[in-house]
T-cell receptor, first 115, second 108 residues
């Protein structure tokens, strides 16, 4: 079991749907991350939140909208996705986004399929 | 350009056959090198952090080492349960730059 919890584990949605992915951590970490991972590829960074503020947006399309309601929660709101957005979406957290030697701890992801 | 390269892409071992995975990097201002293990359908599981050249870390059958240009993950007498994809990543300005991973398969 990981200390970063993601829900749901699986999600199937149509291109016109609106859905949200949720992530929760109780390790007291102040940095949280969203990654996208395609099969046989490494995770690709999407967003970084540091102390509940968006600090990095890796030029992600606006159909992905992150939200950090508090230091333990991270959401990713999805709207009008494309079939190529089907992937494993991973959440991670770390003590601080700028502190060296601090590893990121990952959840087990949400497997997203766009019909 | 910052880059992380892992080799081999895939490695098949017999149970008990020791080997090493390589991670070479070209990153200015290295803030840490990390090894992760990822099982199919799961998120990456943190294994080790290395920062200084010459540093070594061990965990069960795994040993990670670091030089100024590369890191090795040595696997001693592997078991089938060690089968997974091993990812190397370097940290820079709050981001992890991942290598492509090595898919390890250990047969009984």
């Amino acid at each position: 079991d990981t200390e970063v919890t993601q829900t749901p584990k699986h999600l199937v949605m149509g291109m016109t749907n609106k859905k949200s992915l949720k992530c929760e951590q109780h390790m007291g970490h102040r940095a949280m991350y969203w990654y996208k991972q395609k099969a046989k590829k490494p995770p690709e960074l999407m967003f970084v939140y540091s102390y509940e503020k968006l600090s990095i947006n890796e030029s992600v399309p606006s159909r992905f909208s992150p939200e950090c309601p508090n230091s333990s929660l991270l959401n990713l709101h999805l709207h009008a996705l494309q079939p190529e957005d089907s992937a494993l979406y991973l959440c991670a957290s770390s003590q601080d986004s700028g502190t060296q030697n601090q590893p990121q701890h990952f959840g087990d992801g949400t497997r997203l399929s766009i019909l | 350009e910052d880059q992380v390269t892992q080799s081999p892409e895939a490695l098949r071992l017999q149970e008990g056959e020791s080997s090493s995975l390589n991670c070479s990097y070209t990153v200015s201002g290295l803030r840490g090198l990390f090894w992760y293990r990822q099982d199919p359908g799961k998120g990456p599981e943190f294994l080790f952090t290395l920062y200084s050249a010459g540093e070594e870390k061990e965990k069960e059958r795994l040993k990670a080492t670091l030089t100024k240009k590369e890191s090795f993950l040595h696997i001693t007498a592997p078991k089938p349960e060690d089968s997974a994809t091993y990812l190397c990543a370097v940290q820079k300005r709050g981001k992890l730059i991942f290598g492509q991973g090595t898919e390890l398969s250990v047969k009984p």
